[in-house]
């Protein structure tokens, strides 16, 4: 399985952008699908959290800015990013877990002007 992370780019602070993730056959047994992002220079951090019951998590700096959504026909989570501010710069990645493995996808850059 791979999966195929897309939407980033650049964009003014306030903005929005929806990242994409398809993943290339469908996925059984899925745990969680979650986003992460790295800035540069520092680990990456997780962003948003999806558990296969639909409960979300999000980190503190994200909550009421970025939902994370899946489309399970599509093969396909998202993640809506609005109100974007500078430090939301980052490369932004997805991840499936389930009960075999974690499948993690390349990253999308996304870069917010101030």
């Not at 791979?2 to 469908?26: K, M, P, W």
């Not at 998202?78 to 009960?99: I, R």
Request: proline share 1%; with cysteine; aromatic share 8%.
């Amino acid at each position: 399985v791979q999966l195929q992370a897309s939407g980033g780019g650049l964009v003014q602070a306030g903005g929005s952008l929806r990242l994409s993730c398809v993943a290339s056959e469908s996925i059984f047994d899925i745990h969680f699908m979650g986003w992460y992002r790295q800035a540069p220079g520092k680990q990456r951090d997780w962003v948003a959290l999806m558990a296969s019951d639909g409960t979300t998590k999000y980190r503190d700096a994200v909550k009421g800015r970025f939902t994370i959504s899946g489309d399970n026909a599509k093969n396909t989570v998202y993640l809506q990013m609005n109100n974007l501010k500078h430090e939301d710069t980052a490369v932004y990645c997805c991840a499936v877990g389930s009960s075999v493995e974690t499948v993690w996808g390349q990253g999308t850059l996304v870069t917010v002007s101030s």
